[in-house]
């Protein structure tokens, strides 16, 4: 009788247990690492958490992610329905205590928390990064093109980048004449940044470049066409050492004529819509890249 109990007790157990693993393995996903990805930028993006995602896959949360390689992301709970409002308001507290920003042009990213350690890049004043650790004097940080690296704690500054708030000219010089509705349009508009690429999109749920700067723009009134070329010809055309926050970038590409536009955010950078990959980031206008593409500015507000 004992025997039959205890078999009776051990099959429920067992029975349990199978449909509480046949419910997190239907909930997991599977995600194969590519350039760019962090596991604060994927916690996001499934409504879990950094650390659940490194134990599930028995790696740190400050790790280096091996690009081609696979990742459990574990059952994601659903969002909690709340105003837009309250939902800007926490993301805009929970970015601040992760984001920080180079203050000096020679700010040396290293492998490692010493000068002793090889230099990874040498990175621009203003540019944005994610906190991962503190090691003594030294800040682990990760780019938005994915690359983790060291830099000198004196060297950088709590919260993303004040281009909002002040400007830089391309020679360097502070211009200091943006106006708080165009501080708040790049607010809203680095806000985006790390929401993905998508053709013909005008949403936080992906853009293309011109349905990006729509988008922001109409968060203060002013409607743009859905075309960067035709976006080309509103407002005023300004030229580039007379750039401020606000002003529409505009790039020759991959086809004649205009075929990209981004928001320009001061100190010679711009945040744009970029390519199926990198989504919505911010890139510099002297890059080998954008520099020979530019075409011209124009201010809209």
Not at 128 to 153: F, H, M, P, Q
Not at 174 to 193: H, K, M, N, V, Y
Request: hydrophobic fraction near 30%; charged fraction near 20%; aromatic fraction near 6%.
């Amino acid at each position: 009788m004992t025997d039959r109990r205890l078999g009776g007790i051990a099959g429920c157990v067992a029975c349990v247990a199978l449909i509480l693993f046949s419910s997190l393995a239907g909930n997991a996903a599977r995600h194969k690492i590519k350039a760019g990805d962090t596991l604060w930028a994927l916690a996001k993006k499934h409504h879990t958490t950094p650390k659940v995602i490194a134990r599930a896959n028995g790696i740190g949360e400050n790790s280096i992610l091996d690009l081609g390689k696979s990742l459990v992301i574990p059952g994601k709970s659903q969002p909690r329905h709340t105003s837009k409002h309250s939902h800007r308001s926490r993301q805009a507290r929970y970015s601040g205590r992760l984001l920080v920003h180079t203050t000096s042009d020679n700010a040396r990213l290293r492998s490692g928390p010493g000068t002793h350690c090889p230099k990874l890049a040498v990175l621009q004043a203003g540019t944005t990064a994610k906190r991962l650790a503190r090691n003594g004097s030294w800040l682990k940080i990760a780019l938005e093109d994915g690359r983790c690296g060291y830099v000198y704690r004196p060297l950088v500054g709590l919260g993303p980048c004040p281009s909002a708030d002040r400007s830089i000219d391309t020679a360097g010089q502070a211009t200091g004449d943006s106006s708080p509705g165009e501080s708040g349009l790049i607010r809203t508009a680095l806000a985006c940044t790390g929401a993905r690429y998508r053709r013909g999109g005008t949403s936080r749920g992906g853009f293309d470049c011109s349905g990006f700067t729509r988008y922001v723009f109409a968060e203060y009134g002013t409607h743009l066409p859905h075309s960067s070329a035709a976006q080309s010809h509103i407002g005023a055309r300004v030229a580039r050492t007379d750039l401020r926050p606000g002003d529409l970038v505009f790039f020759r590409t991959y086809r004649r004529g205009i075929s990209h536009v981004g928001i320009y955010i001061g100190n010679s950078r711009f945040v744009h819509a970029s390519t199926h990959g990198r989504g919505v980031r911010v890139d510099s206008l002297n890059t080998a890249y954008y520099q020979p593409r530019y075409r011209g500015a124009r201010r809209v507000r």
